[in-house]
């Protein structure tokens, strides 16, 4: 099983900030990772996709980079609207999905 | 517009059963693969299964193999998740979601609730 590893846990920022995302593979995935956005009390919105395509409709302030174990989603200008938990998920061997990382805006 | 409605959770006690449905429309459902995810209370995404266009292609979850069975009715619109055994630690939210071209879950039903209680 491929185990995703995200970091940091929670990250808290305030409006306009850059955010860093990060997402460890435990074996290569090569680029096939995808990040979701989960605000409170709503269903994961799929944002990236192969790991730096972005998905419809998603603003150009979020985007992917890595490829291979090392996987970053960076939102460069942080909206009070950002504020959700963002998921990690590879498709290389079956699926899985990191732990999450809860991003704050103060 | 692609909606994707779960049916069939609910309190169920300890070595039960549940079958959940999903109920795809607005698109061509026997097109897609389907998926199921869950996510436990206040806790993150777990992926379970995944069913293909066909119906041919199954995959599952070491987590649930053996328990765990999905299938599809495409004359239905539907797909399945056959839950036996259930175990406390099965209490969460029970998510279909569509796959964009057997990768990536790209619409996701709003989830139902199963509780695994005695």
């Known amino acids: 099983e491929v185990v995703l590893t995200q970091s940091p846990a929670t990250l808290s920022l305030s409006p306009g900030e850059r955010a860093t995302l990060s997402c460890r593979a435990s074996?290569?995935?090569?680029?096939?990772l995808a990040w979701y956005q989960q605000k409170p009390g709503q269903t994961p919105r799929l944002l990236i996709y192969d790991a730096s395509h972005r998905a419809t409709g998603v603003p150009a302030r979020f985007s992917g980079t890595g490829s291979g174990t090392d996987f970053t989603l960076t939102i460069s200008s942080l909206d009070p609207e950002d504020s959700a938990v963002y998921y990690c998920q590879q498709r290389t061997n079956l699926y899985t999905f990191g732990h999450g990382t809860k991003l704050e805006i103060k | 517009q692609v909606q994707l409605v779960e049916s069939g959770g609910g309190l169920v006690k300890p070595g039960g059963s549940l079958r959940l449905s999903c109920s795809g429309s607005g698109f061509i459902f026997s097109a897609y693969y389907i998926s199921w995810v869950r996510q436990a209370p206040g806790k993150g995404l777990e992926w379970l299964s995944f069913?293909?266009?066909?119906?041919?292609?199954?995959s599952t979850a070491a987590s649930v193999k053996g328990r765990f069975t999905i299938s599809r009715d495409n004359s239905k619109n539907s797909v399945f998740l056959q839950m036996n055994n259930l175990r406390a630690e099965d209490t969460a939210v029970y998510f279909c979601?569509?796959?964009?071209?057997?990768?990536?879950?790209?619409?996701w039903g709003q989830g139902t609730l199963v509780s695994v209680s005695s």
């Open positions: 069913i293909s266009s066909d119906g041919t292609v199954i």
């Open positions: 074996q290569s995935v090569h680029i096939y």
């Open positions: 979601a569509r796959e964009l071209g057997h990768t990536y879950l790209d619409y």
